[in-house]
């Protein structure tokens, strides 16, 4: 075991200790303050803390701003949509009665990483939130498999200035209504419009020479003309109309709805197709965000608590703004019990905050129960080569199914409730013990897995040469259906993309038996 | 690392979305802000209004597992009491289990309708919708246009009344330096300097060169002249067509006796509106009242509603002032004309077809549009009764079944006031046919 843990807070390099001048005092900035702020955090986050990140743009802006980046799920730029107003008009109703607070910042995953943060804000706050965006969560962005694998960072903005313009054309040349009908719908299914698994490449033209030649070479060299005598079947000029081969080439069973839309529905039009694809790209771009809200958060504010302390202790910001920052701090990582008034689920600040401490505690001083429960990190000492290395491979529901802790299962006093309607009473099906450890982390990595959380829908077969009737299956998990009048609304609109009826059958995956049924026909909405 | 300052952005991003939003509950919209007109002052009518839209329009669906079916699993921070193997009485439905289900319904309940504030533009502009203003069109293309000058630039000839004083001087200025001409003050310097040595000793040897530097100064300075002709600018006008954008509206009331308040505050409703509508029409709106009994006077708008006057009633009074006025002051050529006249319907019977004529002849062709609202008692026409009808209307009648421009209808109610409003101006075409 290192007998000098980098990982800890309260060590510092001598060269560091009270180096600095205080970055500002009081409450004002302004842009100067900002840089000195900026480059103080960066001293601290890439030596120290071994972040990589993105290059940081700033961009200071009014309330008013960040109502309206609200209202275009916090992109720079985005088409234009009746939703988005709509959202716009709730936010602005909350804030106005002074019901909700507007967010410190909001943080765009783009290269450059954009953060927007708010001019009310003090200077600590400023520190607090280019520590927590500026260099957590766009260390998570550039480095998390998820982000890496299914974002790209340097087109996102380009993407989305052409998807702008494209619809805004389409709205030109179709009309409003024609542009929102496809938007409604497409919305609607937006949850249905993902990639969980990277797609098989397709081949390209020149694989498929190269193999096409080596075929033809392979042929020519296992010639024998032999063969040319034998008797050949009769040839039966019947299209092959098996459903096997009919649901290889639509690529059935599909789970992305929206895909399969903008590929196999008959009716739709190029430019409905291509706004399908739109909404696709958008929906597949915020995919990875759901999927790390906890690691997510837990990472920027691991990164902004390391280093706002660290600034503290070095001098470069003052003990008044050092206990600002505790308390903004303080507040975002509350987590209150269950029955509390203002308990309204797990705050991800709370479980991503503590989980990566404690993940720190585990490296650097280990108990028994984590050597026994964590063997591979357990006293490595390397802090954050541990926390970098989770930070890059895992999601929600592995990282808490892989690290959370017994310790902190204790500490945060969890326990699992099952509520199943055939029994009279509640449950408790496990605790924060020993006997519960195992089954109560694997139940809340659950509650973090979208696959669980999102209904199982998929396309199941359609027979494009006779009725063209879709239907689609709903895998019911733990026997819960659909909500009915919502499924109904969105397979109205599934049916008016595909331009024929639809079905979709809740079917419960042990015995196959159909749970439901829910049908739609087509509306003439697109034709 | 870059930062950029994005506060002095134009804000409104977020305004196309809006206007789609606005779009989509156009209905909900329109109703909430016809139920705001009802109830509202009428004067407080142009503020901005909260709209309850319910979620029948702007629901966004999604595919989403019931909270209330199947199994739920919660996991529940905080545990204080409870082993493995404990059951709990459920909680009553609508309060369920966990905070996740709680969280959920939650959501649901704001998802069922939400309010939002619509700006006083926008209320004012759903308020108005569908209306227009009766015979624009007509007039627009008939005299809409009026020749009017503006400013262009500079000429080298014109009246003295156009000199443009500040570019001549500039002119002149430019000139005197080029030329050098010698300037006052180093004049005045050597007329003393002169003076000086003249005083001191007549004789002295440098008077004379001083002499002659001072007489060619004089010279120079007569010959290059202050302001040369050659510097004279005048300013330059030109003529453009101007689209009347100025209305007038005529109130007129009976302010006699049987004139009760109720009467006087429908009045003063009907012309508010109108009021309201010709101010978003029209970049200057003018108002002219006239109250009459058995005679007509002009009046300011506080004597208008406020003071009470006795004597019998000479409608015709009032429209010969009112043809007055529109002589003297607003030439309909100029000038968009509205009247609404307001009355109990009392008349002189004697009086009506001088009326009648004075409408004809005079009146209406030259107003847009003649409203003439009948207002009556709050309790209304009793059931059962025949419709009494009085004087005045037996007198507008028959004008207005040959004249559109004349239209009139009867008000009992407060409420009813919006709603004939809009059936006066409802943007539709064809002849109105006047019914109580």
């Known amino acids: 075991m290192s007998s000098a843990p980098s990982g800890t807070t309260r060590l510092a390099s001598p060269a560091l200790i009270r180096t600095g001048e205080p970055l500002f005092t009081g409450n004002d900035w ?83 990483c954009i953060s927007y943060i708010m001019e009310e804000n003090t200077a600590t706050m400023q520190t607090l939130v280019i520590a927590h965006a500026a260099f957590g969560h766009n260390h998570f962005f550039k480095n998390n498999y998820l982000f890496r694998q299914w974002t790209d960072a340097e087109g996102i903005l380009d993407y989305l200035d052409f998807a702008k313009r494209y619809i805004s054309r389409c709205e030109e040349r179709y009309g409003h209504g024609a542009v929102e009908a496809v938007l409604d719908a497409a919305h609607a299914l937006m949850n249905q419009g993902v990639h969980r698994y990277p797609r098989k490449k397709r081949p390209d033209l020149s694989s498929e ?216 009473e509640l449950r408790v099906e496990a605790i924060h013990d020993e006997r519960g450890y195992r089954r109560l982390r694997r139940a809340f990595a659950r509650q973090y897995d979208v696959a669980w959380l999102d209904p199982d829908i998929e396309v199941i077969d359609v027979d494009l040469e006779g009725d063209r009737k879709l239907i689609l299956h709903h895998r019911v998990l733990n026997r819960v259906l659909l909500q009915k009048d919502e499924a109904h609304r969105v397979l109205q609109h599934l049916a008016d993309l595909w331009g024929y009826d639809v079905v979709l059958k809740e079917v419960d995956p042990a015995t196959g038996t159909v749970l439901k049924e829910h049908t739609a026909s087509a509306r003439p909405t697109f034709f | 690392m870059h930062i950029i300052d994005r506060r002095l952005n134009p804000g409104g991003k977020s305004l196309a979305n809006r206007q789609r939003f606005l779009r989509r509950v156009r209905d909900v919209a329109q109703r909430a802000v016809r ?30 597992r019931s909270p209330g079916s199947g199994v739920q699993n919660h996991i529940l921070p905080g545990n204080k009491t409870y082993v493995e193997g404990d059951t709990i009485e459920r909680p009553p439905r609508g309060q369920s289990g966990g905070g996740g289900g709680q969280a959920g319904e939650g959501g649901q309940d704001s998802e069922d309708s939400f309010q939002f504030v619509l700006t006083r533009e926008e209320f004012l502009e759903l308020f108005l919708e569908d209306l227009e203003l009766p015979d624009l069109a007509k007039r627009r293309l008939a005299v ?44 005045a310097a050597l007329e003393a300097q002169v003076r000086e040595i003249e005083a001191r000793d007549p004789d002295a040897p440098e008077l004379a060169d001083l002499l002659a530097e001072l007489e060619r100064v004089r010279t120079r300075s007569q010959r290059i002249p202050y302001i040369d002709p050659i510097d004279l600018r005048y300013r330059r006008f030109e003529a453009y067509p101007r689209p009347v954008a100025q209305a007038v509206m005529f109130c007129l009331m009976d302010v006699s006796g049987s004139m009760t308040e109720h009467m006087k505050d429908l009045a003063k409703r009907f012309y508010i509106l109108l009021h309201i509508f010709l101010v978003r029409r029209y970049k200057h709106v003018e108002i002219v009242f006239i109250r009459h009994t058995d005679q007509a006077k002009e009046v300011d708008e506080e004597t208008f509603f406020g003071s009470r006057e006795t004597g019998g009633t000479l409608v015709s009074s009032a429209l010969v002032e009112m043809k007055r006025i529109v002589a003297e002051r607003y030439n309909p050529e100029d000038w968009n004309i509205y009247a609404a006249q307001a009355s109990d319907g009392d008349n002189v019977s004697s009086d009506s077809t001088t009326s009648q004529d004075l409408l004809r002849s005079a009146i209406l062709p030259a107003c847009q549009h003649f409203a003439y609202l009948e207002v009556g008692d709050e309790t209304g026409p009793r059931a059962g009764f025949v419709e009494h009808r009085t004087t005045l209307w037996r007198t507008y009648e028959p004008v207005s079944k040959t004249n559109p421009v004349l239209a009139m209808r009867k008000v009992n109610h407060r409420r009813d006031i919006y709603p004939v409003f809009r059936e006066l101006f409802a943007r539709k075409a064809g002849q109105e046919t006047a019914a109580p």
């Not at chain 2, 262009?152 to 002119?171: C, E």
């Open chain 1, 209 to 424: 020479q190269r193999r096409e030649r080596e075929r033809k070479e392979h042929q020519e060299r296992m010639y024998n003309d032999l063969w040319r005598t034998l008797p050949a079947k009769a040839k039966t000029d019947k299209p092959d109309l098996s459903v096997e081969r009919r649901r290889a080439l639509l690529e059935l069973p599909q789970e992305n709805i929206l895909y399969f839309l903008e590929k196999a529905a008959p009716r739709l039009r190029p430019w409905q197709r291509e706004i399908l694809r739109i909404v696709r790209h958008v929906a597949q771009y915020f995919y990875p965000q759901r999927q790390t809200k906890v690691m997510n958060e837990g990472c920027a504010t691991y990164s902004h608590y390391r280093i706002m302390t660290r600034l503290s202790e070095t001098g470069r910001i003052s003990e008044a703004a050092y206990l600002e920052f505790l308390q903004s701090h303080t507040n975002v990582i509350r987590q209150p019990t269950y029955e509390d008034r203002h308990y309204g689920g797990h705050n991800p600040y709370a479980i991503g905050f503590a989980m990566m401490t404690d993940i720190a505690r585990i490296c650097t001083e280990p108990t028994e129960e984590d050597r026994a429960w964590f063997p591979d990190i357990a006293g490595s000492g390397d802090a954050m080569g541990v926390l970098r290395d989770v930070w890059e491979n895992y999601r929600d529901e592995s990282f808490i199914a892989q690290f959370l802790s017994p310790r902190l299962m204790r500490q945060l006093r969890l326990f699992h409730v099952v509520d199943d309607p055939d029994q009279p």
């Open chain 1, 30 to 112: 302004d842009f100067d303050t900002i840089r000195r702020i900026h480059d103080a955090c960066e001293a601290v986050a890439g030596p120290e803390l071994g972040l990589s990140w993105y290059p940081n743009q700033i961009e200071i802006i009014t309330a008013e701003q960040m109502l309206d980046a609200y209202a275009s799920i916090g992109m720079p730029l985005f088409y234009k949509h009746w939703s988005f107003g709509k959202h716009f008009a709730q936010h602005e109703a909350g804030y106005r009665r002074g019901l909700m607070g507007l967010a410190y910042e909001i943080v765009i995953n783009s290269n450059p």
């Open chain 2, 144 to 187: 809409v246009e009026t020749e009017a000058l503006r400013r262009a630039g500079y000429m080298v000839s014109g009246s003295p009344a156009n000199l443009a004083l500040t570019r001549t001087l500039r002119n002149s200025l430019s000139r005197r330096i080029a030329l050098k001409r010698p300037k006052a003050d180093d004049l």
């Open chain 2, 35 to 64: 139920e705001a007109a009802r109830d509202r002052d009428i004067r407080n009518i142009d503020k901005e209004a909260s709209v309850t839209v319910p979620a029948d329009g702007v629901r966004e669906p999604k595919f989403v």
